[in-house]
């Protein structure tokens, strides 16, 4: 398994030295080749050392050790971070990809400090996957609200940043299900924090971002009992471009009423020759008559030969449980190895998406980003890999929009993510590709153009914020898009109180400040500026 090596990146460009193009990068489409006889292979982004860790200790012994040599560190679990985070030249690497004990279920779990239980509950390490945890779920008649790539490491990232899936809308984000985390401190310190014990670490630990606040060893999450799902698969190429941006127009009018009947999944929109469109969401709320009906003016729309040149897909399917209808619909298209990216993000309010003047307005702005973002070589109308590869815009249906706290004194102030999530219904997605061996000019030529989509969507909704796991790597105002000023105020004050020499660092992290060393090999970007710190 690729994924066992530890400097493999899934943002391949995040491997490479963006500053001046040196890495070692494969060709995507091959990955299982090397790079040819005549490149020269430089370090790049990638840590000199990793400590691959299996014990508690591994990771007290690597903080000690930065800490009194000063070496720069970074964390690393399975190298899913679209900013860099889990690389960076001259570092030593602690590596939790490992740390996968056996998945323990809870019929009641207990968390620190509650004298209440919390219901069913899964236990997993820091570097457990989704791919496994989906498995033990459908093994063990329940499911968890988790990420679409299977590969993500559960415990890593995702989870710190605040972490979605196509099942949030109803069933809330990674972070309203986390019950319990243990975690290395700083300090070396190895603790426990939940909503009754270490309230403040808790606090941070969901929706601080990165690895700012401790390496996470351990985590446990609500798990919920099976049922039926729904599935809706659409593929088709529109017949025109006036067609392409009547499916905006479609996508807006419903987006708060298939929110609110549960519906989660994705649209990818503009791969494959501009024009083609993909449509999969996901619904444990209702029954597939009901879907049928929610969903009939999709099916109306992609029926009409005015509107599409080619159906390759339109079905609605009901599935027995979450893991056999991701393993039909979802695994087929998911990317088999990574490639060079740069993104940005939006969240968009349910507000301006409740008016029609908000709804054309956004169905434009997404219809002209999807036009000016292009992907460098051609690709098949009708392959679904290829165009959920090329598509430009991916409006992610994750939004947490109908979920309700459900464990006794849960709170959504019990986690430090924007609160932007709770009032919007898409998380907006812009994305320009690149090949793994791009030049820096071509990186940052990319990263720029991201950055200007980005600022169409940031005018639109200037008081929203962003997902910072997939963000703008130069966003202009990370504390108000990843935090809002209130939880960054005390998320910082938390941070200095349990990191005082930021020995856990990492770009736009809280504490971290864009020259800092381990980030030399950043794109060089002559417009959104690099230097902004949180």
């Given at each position: 398994m690729l994924f066992h090596v530890p400097e493999l990146l899934w943002g391949t460009n995040w491997a490479t030295c963006q500053a001046t193009g040196q890495g070692c990068g494969l060709n995507f489409s091959d990955p299982i080749q090397s790079v040819p006889s005549s490149s020269v292979c430089f370090q790049g982004s990638v840590s000199n050392y990793y400590i691959n860790v299996s014990d508690v200790s591994h990771v007290q012994a690597g903080l000690s050790f930065a800490r009194k040599h000063?070496?720069?560190?970074?964390?690393?679990?399975?190298?899913?971070d679209y900013k860099g985070r889990s690389s960076g030249p001259g570092t030593l690497a602690l590596w939790t990809h490992n740390v996968q004990p056996e998945i323990e279920l809870s019929a009641n779990f207990?968390?620190?400090?509650?004298h209440v239980g919390a219901g069913k509950a899964v236990t997993y390490g820091a570097g457990q996957q989704w791919e496994g945890l989906y498995k033990f779920a459908e093994a063990n008649d329940i499911f968890l609200v988790g990420g679409s790539d299977l590969t993500v490491g559960a415990a890593g990232g995702w989870i710190l940043g605040g972490g979605h899936g196509f099942l949030s809308p109803k069933f809330g984000l990674g972070v309203d299900n986390v019950l319990e985390?243990?975690?290395?401190?700083?300090?070396?310190?190895?603790?426990?924090a939940s909503r009754c014990h270490n309230q403040d670490l808790f606090f941070a630990l969901r929706g601080g971002g990165g690895s700012a606040f401790g390496v996470v060893w351990k985590v446990t999450?609500?798990?919920?009992?099976?049922?039926?799902?729904?599935?809706?698969?659409?593929?088709?190429?529109?017949?025109?471009?006036?067609?392409y941006n009547a499916f905006f127009d479609l996508a807006t009018q419903n987006a708060n009423k298939w929110a609110s009947e549960g519906w989660g999944g994705s649209i990818f929109a503009g791969g494959g020759g501009r024009t083609v469109i993909g449509f999969q969401v996901y619904n444990m709320a209702i029954s597939l008559d009901d879907a049928k009906a929610s969903m009939q003016p999709l099916f109306d729309f992609v029926a009409s030969s005015n509107n599409s040149a080619q159906v390759i897909e339109s079905d609605i399917t009901s599935f027995p449980t979450i893991w056999q209808a991701y393993q039909a619909k979802l695994v087929p298209i998911l990317e088999s190895a990574g490639i060079g990216v740069a993104l940005a993000s939006r969240l968009i309010p349910s507000d301006l998406l409740a008016e029609s003047a908000g709804q054309k307005a956004v169905a434009a702005a997404l219809a002209q980003i999807s036009n000016d973002l292009t992907f460098p070589t051609s690709a098949s109308q009708t392959d679904p890999l290829s165009v959920n590869y090329t598509a430009p815009v991916q409006i992610l249906m994750t939004a947490p929009y109908g979920y309700k706290p459900v464990s006794p004194g849960e709170s959504f102030a019990d986690s430090s993510v924007t609160p932007a999530w709770r009032k919007s219904t898409w998380h907006a997605i812009m994305i320009q590709n690149f090949a793994s061996q791009a030049d820096k000019e071509t990186i940052s030529t990319a990263f720029s153009a991201v950055h200007a989509a980005g600022d169409k969507l940031r005018a639109l909704a200037p008081d929203s914020g962003a997902y910072q796991n997939e963000a703008d790597v130069f966003e202009t105002d990370p504390v108000g898009a990843y935090w809002g000023k209130e939880n960054y105020n005390k998320l910082k004050a938390i941070k200095n109180a349990i990191d005082p020499d930021n020995i856990l660092t990492c770009w736009d992290c809280i504490g971290s400040v864009r020259t800092d060393n381990r980030y030399q090999c950043y794109p060089d970007v002559a417009g959104p500026s690099n230097k902004n710190s949180a």
């Open positions: 000063r070496v720069p560190l970074i964390v690393k679990n399975t190298g899913h207990t968390p620190a400090g509650c985390m243990k975690v290395v401190l700083p300090n070396g310190t190895y603790v426990t999450s609500r798990a919920w009992d099976t049922r039926e799902v729904q599935v809706v698969n659409v593929l088709f190429a529109a017949a025109s471009i006036s067609a």
